[in-house]
DNA sequence: TCCTTTAAGTTGACGTTGTCAATATTGACA
DNA sequence: TGTCAATATTGACAACGTCAACTTAAAGGA
C-alpha cells in the first residue's frame, strides 16, 4: 500500500470548488459549509482558508462558475446563426429557467446576498457579460426605440428571474400555475416579445 | 424601586416579533437570531422557544406580519375608487417596489427559503390574498383576453418581483440603470400595460 | 547534498449559534 | 390555601467559522 494520501493535496482549490457543488445540489446553500466540504474533500476543516479567504469567497468562487455554465449554455444555443430575433431573445430566458428548474440550490444561491458577495469583480464581470449579450440582440432585433432598449432589457431579465425566484419559492406551484413552469414562461415571453396579445379574442 | 423585572414577561409573544423586525431593518436577515432577540427583550436566550417552535417559526411569523403590511398598504391605495384601471394594476407594482427600496431587509426576509418557511398555510393566505386581488384588478380592466389573465398577473408579479430582487442585489444600480429605481419601473409598466411601445420612434 | 525558505495542511482553541432537558417561578383557579 | 399549567431560567450539547501555533513537504540555491 504506497497510496496513502500524500499531505499536499495537489489540487485541493478545484477539488473545494467540486465538492462544494456536489453539497450544493444534495443540500442546498445552508448545507454547503466549510466544515462539510473539507470532510468531503478529506482535509481537515481548515485547510481550506488556504485557498479560500472565508465562506464567503469560496461560494462566490463557486457562484462564478455557475454563473459562467448558464452564460455558455446561452452561447452556445446562440452559436447558430440562423435562429430568428425572436428565439434569440427568449434564448436568454429559456437557458436560465431551464437551468434553475434542473439545479434549484444552485439557482438559488446565485441570489443568496448574504452567502454571496455579489460586488465581487469576477462575478459581477460575468453577470454583466450575460446581462451586455441580452442587451446587444434586443438592440439588433429592433423590437423598440434605441433609447427603450435599456429598459427593454432590464424588464426581459426581472421578468424571467422574477417567475424562476416565486417559482422556486413554491409560489405558483400549488394552485395558479396548472400549466407547468416552461408553458407559462413562453406564454409570458410571447406576450411581451409580441404586443399584439391586448385584447385578443 | 418596585418596578423589577417581572418573571412572567407578559407580551412576551408580541415583543419577540417587535424587536425581530428591528433586528431586521438594523442587521439584515442574518442577524435575527433567537438570542439576539432574546438579549434585546432582556429575556434567557431559551424564552422564546415557548412561543415559537424554532427560528423559522419566528421568522415565518414576523414574514407574515410584513406581508400583510403590504397588503394593507395596497388596499389602502385601491380604496379610491375613481382610479383609472392601469393605476390600479401599478399600484401592485409601486406599493411592492417602494417597500422593497423602504425596507431592503424586510423585502430580503419575505423570499429568503431556509429562514422562512413557504409553506406556511398563514403566510401562503397572505400571499395568495395579495395575488388574487392583482389578478382580480387585471380581469375587471379587460387589458388581455380572460384565457390569459392569468398569464398577465404571473407576469406583472415576476417583473416587480424580479427588478426589485435584482435590484436589491445591486445588480443595474451601479452601470446601467442610470435612471433611478421608480422611473425605470414606472416605464417598464407603461411597457407592460401600453403594448404600443413596438418601435415608437 | 544539505540547508533554508515557504506554501500547504493539521491541531486545538474560542466565541457564537439553535435546541433540548431539567429546573424554577408565577398566576390562575379550585 | 393548594395545585397545576404556563412561562422563564440555567446549563449543556453539537455544529459552525475563524484564528493562532505547529508540522510537513516540496522547491531552489549553496
Redesign the pocket.
Known amino acids: 500500500m504506497k497510496t496513502k494520501?500524500?499531505?499536499?493535496?495537489?489540487s485541493?482549490k478545484q477539488a473545494l470548488l467540486d465538492a462544494s457543488g456536489a453539497l450544493l445540489d444534495q443540500q442546498g446553500p445552508e448545507g454547503?459549509?466549510?466544515?462539510?466540504i473539507?470532510?468531503e474533500v478529506?482535509?481537515?476543516?481548515?485547510?481550506p482558508?488556504?485557498?479560500y479567504?472565508?465562506?464567503?469567497a469560496l461560494l462566490t468562487a463557486l457562484a462564478t462558475v455557475l454563473f459562467k455554465d448558464i452564460l455558455a449554455s446561452v452561447q452556445e444555443k446562440l452559436s447558430d446563426k440562423n435562429l430568428p430575433a425572436s428565439t434569440r431573445i427568449s434564448a436568454f430566458a429559456i437557458v436560465l429557467f431551464e437551468y434553475a428548474m434542473a439545479y434549484p440550490n444552485r439557482y438559488r444561491l446565485l441570489w443568496h446576498t448574504g452567502l454571496v458577495n455579489h460586488d465581487d469583480p469576477e462575478l459581477l464581470d460575468v453577470m454583466d457579460q450575460f446581462y451586455n449579450a441580452c442587451r446587444a440582440e434586443i438592440a439588433g432585433a429592433g423590437l423598440c426605440s434605441e433609447q427603450d432598449t435599456e429598459t427593454y432589457a432590464i424588464a426581459l431579465w426581472s421578468l424571467v428571474h422574477g417567475y424562476t425566484d416565486l417559482r422556486l419559492t413554491g409560489m405558483f406551484e400549488a394552485k395558479n400555475d396548472t400549466i407547468s413552469g416552461r408553458p407559462r414562461l413562453e406564454a409570458m415571453l410571447d406576450m411581451f416579445l409580441n404586443p399584439s396579445h391586448a385584447k385578443s379574442p
Open positions: 494520501q500524500p499531505f499536499h493535496h495537489g485541493l454547503v459549509t466549510i466544515r462539510a473539507a470532510r478529506g482535509v481537515s476543516h481548515a485547510a482558508v488556504n485557498h479567504k472565508d465562506r464567503e
